[in-house]
């Protein structure tokens, strides 16, 4: 962590789209999150598109779990309950530790949007070899909803009380 508070640490960020039909020109929910955080002043690592491949997912996370130039994953799609949708059960595969209240609060924030459809997501967080794993929704509406009333506050290292990015440097602590 730097000394100075008052400027923003910039993390290296990987954005995963799950989708079977989604490409780059046509991924609106993936380049929100782009934009929204490199607006933040994190820089992008790494961006893909999988399909609802839960293997696929696995494989693609434990690469950046590796990397030691990645702080945090962000997904996007694959978080629903259809048959298909698997990036829950994925990421569940590969982190050493939940955050139950980051899809608590996501589907807290989204009751007063689209109401009791909220109990639809199964936006889900945890870490993994020091990074963070977040999996939203695949709509551009959750995914501004979850970096707009969540991750824009919890990955600025001046957000206070308290925030992630500040955690980052002892999440490998023993």
């Known amino acids: ?75 996007t799609g694959g978080t629903g309950v259809t048959g298909r949708d698997v990036t829950p059960e994925a990421f569940a595969a590969v982190w050493e530790k939940e955050i139950p209240g980051f899809g608590e609060l996501f589907r807290w924030q989204s009751l007063a949007k689209i109401g009791t459809s909220t109990i639809q997501s199964r936006a889900t967080a945890g870490v993994a070899n020091g990074t963070y794993l977040f999996a939203l929704p695949g709509s551009s509406g959750a995914v501004k909803d979850a970096w707009d009333g969540i991750l824009i506050h919890q990955l600025d290292s001046r957000h206070k009380p308290c925030n992630f990015a500040e ?4 999440l490998k602590e023993k």
Do not use: C, F, K, Y
């Open 167 to 170: 955690l980052l440097p002892r």
């Open 1 to 75: 962590m730097q000394d100075n508070p008052a400027v923003p640490v910039a993390l290296n960020l990987a954005i995963l789209t799950v989708s079977d039909s989604r490409t780059l020109e046509t991924d609106t929910s993936g380049a929100t999150l782009v934009a929204r955080a490199e607006a933040a002043g994190h820089i992008i690592a790494d961006r893909q598109i999988i399909s609802d491949d839960q293997a696929l997912i696995i494989q693609q996370l434990q690469s950046w779990i590796q990397d030691p130039a990645i702080d945090v994953v962000i997904s």
